[in-house]
Nanobody
Framework: QVQLVESGGGLVQAGDSLRLSCAASGRTFSGFVMGWFRQAPGKEREFVGAISRSGGLTAYRDSVKGRFTISRDNAKNTGYLQMNSLKPEDTGVYYC?????????????????????WGQGTQVTVSS
């Protein structure tokens, strides 16, 4: 099993940028597909994006395409979510997650149930 810890959240204004980090420990990080999800108050957790084991493939929800970038550094056992041009509707708790499922499965389904390891979450608040 791998353990995940997110960091980097905070309060920003619309149009600002933030970079979230997801530090992994335990089993080899490169053996897992990594995903990012978010949950706004009163709403279901939703898929933000995912990255393949090597980092060569990514998938994003439509509303963040062109603004968010997922990356990973397997040598540092860390994943990243770079968020630019933030909007108030991006507000929520952001979670990183890991799965041993194939990336094509993750990219197609985009469901939280595919992921079996989760971080504790980090709050992102975007003011207008």
């Amino acid at each position: 099993q791998v353990q995940l810890v997110e960091s980097g959240g905070g309060l920003v204004q619309a149009g600002d940028s933030l970079r979230l980090s997801c530090a992994a420990s335990g089993r080899t990080f490169s053996g897992f597909v990594m995903g990012w999800f978010r949950q706004a108050p009163g709403k279901e957790r939703e898929f933000v994006g995912a990255i393949s084991r090597s980092g060569g493939l990514t998938a994003y929800r439509d509303s963040v395409k062109g603004r968010f970038t997922i990356s990973r550094d397997n040598a540092k056992n860390t994943g990243y979510l770079q968020m630019n041009s933030l909007k108030p509707e991006d507000t929520g708790v952001y979670y990183c997650a890991a799965t041993q499922a194939a990336f094509y499965v993750v990219g197609a389904a985009r469901q939280s149930g595919i992921f079996d390891t989760w971080g504790q979450g980090t709050q992102v608040t975007v003011s207008s």
